[in-house]
Nanobody, 124 residues
Framework: VQLQASGGGLVQAGGSLRLSCAAS????????VGWFRQAPGKEREFVAA????????YYADSVRGRFTISRDNAKNTVYLQMNSLNPEDTAVYYC??????????????????WGQGTQVTVSS
């Protein structure tokens, strides 16, 4: 499966962005999808994930209540709606996929497929 992340940009603190992760080559409904981010000088960290079969979603504590992961199977796309953004959310955001994944979705190394990343910059 090939992944294309988009939707990043520059936004003021308190604003919102919606990231998209469009898939080609395979149907995303059969894959767990995760969003990760990496800020300069920091390790890549888990943001949110959606299982392939149960519909369960998972969030990092730092984004829970502000970010929402969702799927549009008809468009073969997964979204990350980000609200109440703050400067600490500034990072390159990556989407990743794992076939039939339902567990251990917070670990980046468990995902074999990655998109190219999209930059999110939040100004104070």
């Amino acid at each position: 499966v090939q992944l294309q992340a988009s939707g990043g940009g520059l936004v003021q603190a308190g604003g919102s962005l919606r990231l998209s992760c469009a898939a080609s080559g395979r149907t995303l409904s059969s894959y767990a999808v995760g969003w990760f981010r990496q800020a300069p000088g920091k390790e890549r960290e888990f943001v949110a994930a959606s299982t392939w079969s149960t519909g369960a979603t998972y969030y990092a504590d730092s984004v829970r209540g502000r970010f929402t992961i969702s799927r549009d199977n008809a468009k073969n796309t997964v979204y990350l709606q980000m609200n109440s953004l703050n400067p600490e959310d500034t990072a390159v955001y990556y989407c990743a996929a794992r076939y039939a994944g339902n567990s251990d979705l917070r670990t980046a190394q468990r995902y074999p497929y990655w998109g190219q990343g999209t930059q999110v910059t939040v100004s104070s």
